[in-house]
């Protein structure tokens, strides 16, 4: 038997119901574009050749698998053309073409499908060989079937058709068997039925589902293969039903995530993307977003509400809740938090310590060191064992130009400090509080630029005597 076969991806719709400007396969669900979680679910299948039929802002479409693609397929999937949106039956007509030459078995899916595993379409393609059927559906028990098609069974189990819901009759309505708009199909079969395809009273489409009919019509054996869960063959035709599909993605990677060690608090309040790695024992609490890249090691705690995007977060890192950090590298045993605000660029060091309202941007914090309150700290490569005092601001902004500001290993900033860049600390100095450094201080200098203070004894009792002369007079 030839094992070959082609995938076609349905993307070129309208998404009428998602009422946006963006095609609905743009928009994301679980981390990802709806086009992007169908592409990659093909690419982990063996299929000869991968197809996505792109007709509504094809230009889009196309860049966000062609994205996708390069990471997984390696430029495997190739375009076809829907000109105009005529229906499920007209986009695969349109492709005819290459269709038709690409490989004995077709499977095809809709786009619109981001939960579906490649396991399940493996386990559905073993199906169809087995029974040798000429097309199979899956299908699956939806407990509110409404919008979906509906699954027409003869007494042998066969299907007979396929009813899409506007078109159903009460009798049909009350079947809870659905089309889960994945197929099977022989190529040649699929193909001389589409020929022949007409299109349906009520919307003038080409439904895809109506070569069903056709195929019994001749007597060809027609499948159902229904799936136990019916939550991964979920269609997104809604806004609602892509919160529920993001639910649901998000949901299975914190299970994975928790398989392997992680201790989740409220699982359900996390997002987690695809992408993000997080070592054992690292315990997540309620609402924690780790978006992007984010690899977080081992024995960390991610603190109530924090999000971390695209950093790299060691072992045994305390992040603080409330705190944000992108783009950034926190090292080994680092703390940071609560509501501290890591900006792109920037690498806390191992041990170091960023405590509440502080904000870092673009800056090299050393080992050890500590910031603990109200600081800004931006364009600054600051050394080990510093102590920055509360209230500590780098001016390193002249209104034209970023300027840095270096402090070395050891030095003391006392609080209250302003720093103007560029500006430079030496190895063990001190700056008294309330400095406004504009010259760089040597190294074991102390550094102190304040006006001094005055003292005017009894000068409130004085200020009251002359306020009540100025009543009298
Ligand atoms: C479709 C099925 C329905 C099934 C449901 C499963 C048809 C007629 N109906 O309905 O039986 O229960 O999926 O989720 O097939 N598309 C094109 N070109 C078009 C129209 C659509 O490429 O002209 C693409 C869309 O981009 C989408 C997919 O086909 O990815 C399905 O279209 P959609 O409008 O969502 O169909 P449903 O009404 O959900
Ligand atoms: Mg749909």
Redesign the pocket.
């Known amino acids: 038997m030839n094992k070959q076969f082609a995938v076609a991806i349905?993307?070129?719709?309208l998404g009428t119901r998602f009422k946006s400007k963006r095609a609905k396969?743009l928009h994301e669900a679980g981390g990802r574009k709806l086009i992007e979680h169908a592409v990659r679910t093909a690419a982990k299948l063996s299929a000869s050749k991968i197809f996505a039929?792109v007709?509504y802002q094809a230009d889009a479409i196309q860049k966000a698998i062609t994205e996708a693609d390069s990471k997984l397929a390696g430029g495997k999937v190739r375009f076809l053309l829907?000109d105009k949106?005529?229906?499920?039956g007209?986009?695969l007509k349109c492709g005819q073409k290459e269709l038709r030459a690409a490989a004995p078995l077709l499977l095809v899916y809709?786009?619109?499908?981001p939960l579906l595993r490649p396991e399940t379409l493996r386990d559905f393609l073993s199906y169809h060989r087995r029974l040798k059927a000429t097309a199979t559906v899956m299908t699956a028990i939806m407990a509110d079937p409404s919008g979906?098609?509906r699954m027409v069974r003869s007494a042998d189990g066969q299907v007979d058709a396929?009813v899409?819901h506007k078109s159903a009759s009460a009798d049909i309505l009350a079947i809870r068997e659905?089309?889960?708009?994945i197929y099977c199909f022989d190529t040649k079969e699929l193909f001389s039925q589409l020929d022949r395809l007409k299109p349906d009273r009520l919307t003038g489409e080409y439904?895809?589902?109506d070569v069903i009919s056709g195929l019994r019509q001749e007597c060809k054996r027609v499948e159902g293969y229904p799936i136990a869960d019916a939550g991964e063959v979920m269609?997104v035709?809604t806004r609602i039903e892509l919160a529920q599909a993001d639910a649901l993605l998000r949901a299975r990677k914190a299970r994975e995530m928790m398989l392997h060690g992680v201790t989740i608090m409220q699982p359900e309040s996390v997002r987690i993307d695809p992408d993000v790695e997080i070592g054992p024992d690292t315990i997540l609490e309620p609402g924690v977003m780790l978006l992007g890249s984010t690899r977080v090691g081992s024995d960390c705690s991610i603190g109530a509400y924090s999000r971390i995007t695209n950093s790299r977060i060691e072992d045994g890192v305390t992040i603080l809740q409330c705190s944000v950090v992108a783009d950034s590298i926190i090292k080994r045993e680092a703390s940071v938090g609560p509501f501290a605000h890591i900006r792109p660029g920037t690498e806390v060091g191992p041990q170091a310590k960023i405590g509440n309202f502080v904000e870092v941007k673009k800056s090299k914090i050393g080992r050890g060191t500590k910031a603990g309150h109200l600081t800004y700290l931006g364009d600054a490569i600051i050394g080990d064992n510093v102590n920055v005092g509360a209230g500590t601001i780098t001016c390193n902004y002249d209104g034209e130009k970023k300027h840095t500001t270096i402090i070395e290993s050891n030095a003391f900033i006392g609080s209250g400090t302003e720093l103007v860049a560029p500006i430079r600390i030496g190895r063990n100095a001190y700056v008294g509080a309330g400095s406004t450094i504009t010259k760089n201080v040597p190294a074991d200098a102390l550094a102190v630029a304040r006006t001094h203070q005055v003292i005017k004894p009894e000068w409130v009792k004085q200020r009251k005597r002359k306020s009540k002369a100025k009543k009298k007079a």
Request: hydrophobic fraction near 30%.
């Open positions: 349905l993307g070129a719709g396969l039929i007709g829907q949106p005529l229906g499920t007209h986009a809709c786009g619109d499908t979906y098609g396929i899409e659905i089309n889960t708009g439904y895809l589902t269609g035709n």
